[in-house]
């Protein structure tokens, strides 16, 4: 199996940057879709981006389309997440994701593993 263990979270101002990491332990870093999900409170968890295991293809939703952007990092064993133009409604616990099976990647069910989440807030 994996661990995942995010970091990068904090407080920005609307329209301000974050990047998040995602470090990777474990099974070989290669075997795993990677994906992106947040929770804001009183919400249900939503799919943020993922991209496929040998990065070549990249998802998005569509509310975070042009200004965020994941990458992964073969060498450190990290995924990323470049959040730009934040937004206060981008305000939510983010959580790394591992998916070993072949699923939809927009569906958390589909994932395998998961990390404890990290903090991000934009102030207005």
């Known amino acids: 199996q994996v661990q995942l263990v995010e970091s990068g979270g904090g407080l920005v101002q609307a329209g301000g940057s974050l990047r998040l990491s995602c470090a990777a332990s474990?099974?070989?870093?290669?075997?795993?879709?990677m994906g992106w999900f947040r929770q804001a409170p009183g919400k249900e968890r939503e799919f943020v981006a993922a991209?496929?295991?040998?990065?070549?293809?990249?998802y998005y939703a569509d509310s975070v389309k042009g200004r965020l952007t994941i990458s992964r990092d073969y060498d450190k064993n990290t995924v990323y997440l470049q959040m730009n133009s934040l937004k206060p409604e981008d305000t939510a616990v983010y959580y790394c994701a591992a998916q070993e099976r072949l699923g939809p990647l927009y569906e958390g069910t589909e994932y395998d593993y998961w990390g404890q989440g990290t903090q991000v807030t934009v102030s207005s």
């Open positions: 474990g099974r070989t870093f290669s075997r795993y879709r």
């Open positions: 991209i496929t295991r040998n990065g070549g293809n990249t």
